[in-house]
Structures are given as C-alpha cells and as structure tokens.
C-alpha cells in the first residue's frame, strides 16, 4: 500500500517571501499522479497543482510550482511571494493509475501554513 | 455553475440513529467518493462508486453505507454501527479517465448529541 508523509506539522512565512512544503511518498509503482490540495478554514478541498509521475518536468500554476524527485519519491511544493489568502493546510496525495486499483486518494497528514503580515 | 453540493452543513445524530448526508454533482462525473477527516488528519476513503448502481468499500466502510442510483447523487448514510461518527465529511467526485483529478464538495460536520 502506498503512503504519503508530510513531516512539517506546521509552518509559517513571512508576507510575500516564499516557502517551500515537503512531502516523501512511498509505492512500488511507476505510473501514478501526485497533487498539492489546499482547505483553508471554510474547509473546502482545493485543488492546487497536478503532477504526472511520467513527466519530467516539474508543474507550475502561477506562484504554486512542485519540485519533485521521482527516485527520491519526493514531491515539495513552492509558493512564491506568499500572500494572506494562502494560509490553510496543505494536503499531499497520491493516486495511483493501476487499473486494479481503487483509485483512491492516499493523503498526507498535512501542514498548517500561516502567513505573516 | 458547476459544482458539488453537500448537505446538510452541520448535522447532529442521537444515539442509536441512522442519518443520511446529501452529495449531488453537475459536473457530469461518472465516479464519486466519500472521505472522512478527523482532526489533525488527512481524508480516509469510505466509499466509492465508478458508476451508476455499483459501488466499493474504501478503508474506513464500517458503519456506513451508500447508494448510486443516479449518477448525480451519491448519498451517504451513518448507521448506528458507527461508534465514533463525530467528523468532516467530504464528497468528491472526477471522471473516469486521464488524471481523473477529484473536486471536492464544502463538506459537513456531523455531531452527536
């Protein structure tokens, strides 16, 4: 079974600075998607960035872009000049592609993001 | 607009009651999932459902159960098998092909009385 590992409880920065969240996953798999979800107090899921495992090249929308290692099985996200409405926690997830699957979400304990004025 | 809508908001169960929580989509997604957060944690899978009148347990399916008979609803219900039911409910729903990324509803908080 796959796991996903957010280590950093809790986080802040600085108003317009950038941080960086990290995330480790563990699977057998070679094919799978990663995604960066974001539940700010309303507490809504809110889908941040994709990424395709069989992609090189890192995903970007806007501020939010990922740094991800498939053979580390790592996956950070980014957020540049950080902004007020970006303060929720972050959730890391996985989806596998195996057509065996369930095609469920496998996520991370999260990290608690605030951001300072 | 398009959406998935949960309802109710906030629900409160007496002991030993069964109730149901509203999951409706208009965004013509053929599979939709039930998740269960609990503080401090991430979303554990309840149930799913690829597609009309054929469901799967995720899990944490214990105490639950669901029905697909449109493919626009996908309704939740909290037995009275659920020993610890205090939680967020979220539902979501995606296609069924390509990433098959899920879009979340606002969710409900059920508490017991």
């Known amino acids: 079974a796959q796991t996903v590992t957010q280590s950093q409880p809790e986080m802040s920065v600085q108003e317009a600075e950038t941080v960086t969240l990290s995330c480790t996953y563990d699977t057998s798999e070679s094919d799978y998607y990663l995604f960066w979800y974001k539940q700010p107090p309303s507490r809504q899921m809110i889908l941040v960035i994709r990424?395709?495992?069989?992609?090189?090249q890192n995903a970007t929308e806007n501020r939010f872009s990922v740094n991800f290692q498939k053979a580390a099985k790592s996956f950070s996200l980014k957020i540049s000049d950080s902004q007020l409405g970006d303060a929720a926690m972050y959730f890391c997830?996985?989806?596998?592609?195996?057509?065996?699957?369930?095609?469920?979400?496998?996520f991370g304990s999260g990290t608690q993001l605030t951001v300072l004025p | 607009d398009g959406g998935i809508t949960q309802s109710p908001k906030y629900l409160f169960r007496k002991e030993g009651q069964n109730v149901t929580l509203s999951c409706e989509q208009n965004l013509n997604h053929d599979a939709m999932y039930w998740y269960r957060q609990d503080p401090g944690q991430g979303l554990r899978l309840i149930y799913y459902s690829q597609i009309v009148n054929d469901f799967q347990k995720g899990d944490i399916a214990e105490g639950y159960s669901v029905s697909r008979e449109k493919k626009e609803s996908f309704p939740l219900t909290v037995t009275s098998a659920q020993k610890n039911p205090t939680a967020f409910y979220l539902c979501?729903?995606?296609?069924?092909?390509?990433?098959?990324?899920?879009?979340f509803g606002p969710g409900t908080r059920l508490l017991v009385l």
């Open positions: 979501a729903s995606s296609l069924r092909r390509g990433p098959e990324t899920q879009y």
């Open positions: 990424q395709e495992a069989y992609k090189q």
């Open positions: 997830a996985y989806r596998s592609v195996s057509s065996g699957s369930a095609r469920q979400l496998t």
